[in-house]
């Protein structure tokens, strides 16, 4: 019964679910400019030829490999009056909205310099600094979800808090910068699209790390932590030795190309149906229904284990995006077909990415979990560096390969203008449409390979959690004894 107890009590109040939430809305106000529009920014409004843009992702992406475990293992060994994780979300949030700043403030500071070789500098240097702090908030950020509560329906619910409130509050990004083009472009307002993303970046930097701050601000950990140091050697033999962790970054990485979709949304309403604002009113329904999704989370959770879930989301949007690709395959570019095929396109995947923006984060707290179980130790930081390193790995190789297809599919870039000529053998507006639906849809259904051999759920992971709950009890009294 006592066992029962501990395990069934509510640690986090819904303030505290709330501010969590809202933290990682301000957070994902400058990660989803820089995601959503980096390949658009760099290449049309900065000027920068997208083989650059690819190579400095590239790059990037190798730096990355040896950043995230390292700030990781960084994290893990952090023994202050404050936590190991709160320390560094006090910190972050005033370098990392700098660093946004002047990475988005780039095109308008170079304003006047032609040399392309100084854009490239400037690109490298800024990015460079931007992934660094967002690292160091990142990665302490989402290992509080798994120590801010040893009950798992706590860790559910602050998850859910943030994906559902960033979904809300980030997601105002891409209309609002869709609304801009077509308003830019018009000619209806005095600023271009230099001085709009300095902007952007001001406001990301400024009101969005504000809301950020409160992640160190107004959460507490509350899973017990060993007093000594860990070596930074023990760190990642956990991390090898994490079999069930591994599977799931293996599963991210094979999802990569999903992501692709996300560049070429832009140009496919642009150039094929020819406004971007059609985005807009596409997506009113799938944000709907991405914000309910949210609610039907934990019915889910008692039907099936987070592996059944993920496997039957990922199949469900292969089968609908097929269908949607299929059926509109004749009217790609007729406005009228088009904008309700993809409204209802959205109402499905929106459900599908907001069930997989909470399930596999809430799977990694259990690795974490059997880690302390099977090793008493607790590696939130370094297993949380890969949830860090694999979106970011992810989200790089997608966009280093939208770049790279810019050309292939037909774009060109004409005085910092994307540009589709027409009369080329290539029909571009045809592949746009095939890269937004059916092509990552299909493809993503290799990631679900990793899963034939994940075997942490059921009555495992039950008796996992009943055992570190009674472990934590006596480890409570051992402490309270000692006083």
């Not at 650059?52 to 950043?67: H, K």
């Not at 509109?328 to 409204?343: K, T």
């Not at 209802?344 to 907001?354: E, L, Q, T």
């Not at 034939?452 to 009555?459: P, Q, S, T, V």
Request: overall charge positive; hydrophobic content about 50%.
């Amino acid at each position: 019964m006592e066992q029962t107890e501990l395990k069934e009590r509510r640690y986090v109040g819904v303030r505290e679910t709330l501010i969590y939430g809202v933290a990682n809305g301000g957070q994902v106000i400058g990660y989803n400019l820089v995601r959503m529009q980096l390949t658009f920014f760099l290449v049309t409004v900065f000027g920068i030829p997208g083989q650059a843009v690819s190579l400095m992702i590239f790059f990037m992406g190798i730096w990355d490999t040896m950043n995230d475990p390292i700030m990781g293992t960084i994290v893990d060994k952090t023994r202050t009056r404050y936590g190991k994780l709160r320390p560094y979300l006090l910190f972050v949030p005033i370098p990392l909205g700098a660093a946004t700043i002047l990475f988005f403030g780039g095109a308008e500071f170079l304003r006047g310099v032609e040399s392309t070789t100084a854009k490239i500098v400037y690109m490298c240097i800024t990015y460079f600094i931007w992934e660094f702090f967002y690292t160091i908030g990142d990665i302490p950020f989402w290992g509080m979800s798994a120590a801010i509560s040893p009950n798992p329906k706590d860790r559910s619910r602050v998850i859910t808090s943030a994906r559902l409130i960033s979904g809300a509050i980030g997601g105002l990004v891409g209309p609002v910068i869709s609304i801009f083009i077509d308003l830019q472009k018009s000619g209806k307002i005095g600023m271009d699209m230099r001085q709009l993303f300095f902007i952007l970046g001001i406001v990301a930097g400024t009101f969005g790390m504000g809301l950020f701050s409160l992640a160190g601000l107004c959460t507490k950990e509350r899973v017990m932590q060993q007093s000594e140091e860990p070596k930074i050697s023990d760190c990642f033999k956990c991390l090898v030795k994490n079999k069930p962790l591994l599977l799931i970054v293996c599963s991210n990485v094979l999802g990569t190309v999903e992501s692709i979709a996300d560049a070429f949304t832009q140009y496919f309403y642009l150039f094929t149906l020819g406004s971007a604002s059609l985005s807009i009113v596409a997506g009113i329904p799938g944000t709907i229904t991405g914000f309910l999704a949210y609610t039907f989370i934990p019915a889910l959770e008692r039907r099936w284990t987070s592996k059944q879930i993920v496997i039957r989301a990922v199949i469900v949007k292969a089968v609908v995006s097929s269908a949607i690709f299929l059926i509109g395959a004749h009217w790609y570019r007729d406005p009228r077909v088009i904008v309700p095929l993809m409204m209802v396109w959205g109402v499905f995947n929106s459900a599908v990415s907001s069930i997989k923006m909470v399930i596999p984060t809430k799977m990694i707290g259990d690795t974490v979990d059997y880690m302390e179980w099977k090793t008493k130790e607790r590696s939130e930081g370094t297993s949380f560096s890969l949830l860090t390193f694999v979106s970011k790995l992810t989200g790089s190789l997608a966009t280093a390969v939208s770049a790279a297809l810019i050309p292939v599919i037909g774009l060109q870039q004409v005085n910092q203008d994307m540009v589709l000529p027409e009369g080329g053998e290539l029909n571009t507006r045809f592949l746009l449409w095939a890269i937004v639906t059916i092509i990552p849809a299909v493809l993503n259904l290799l990631s679900l390979i990793p899963f034939i051999f994940y075997d942490l759920e059921g009555e495992k992971l039950d008796t996992i959690h009943r055992e570190l709950a009674q472990r934590r009890e006596n480890l409570t009294g051992a402490a309270a004894d000692a006083e």
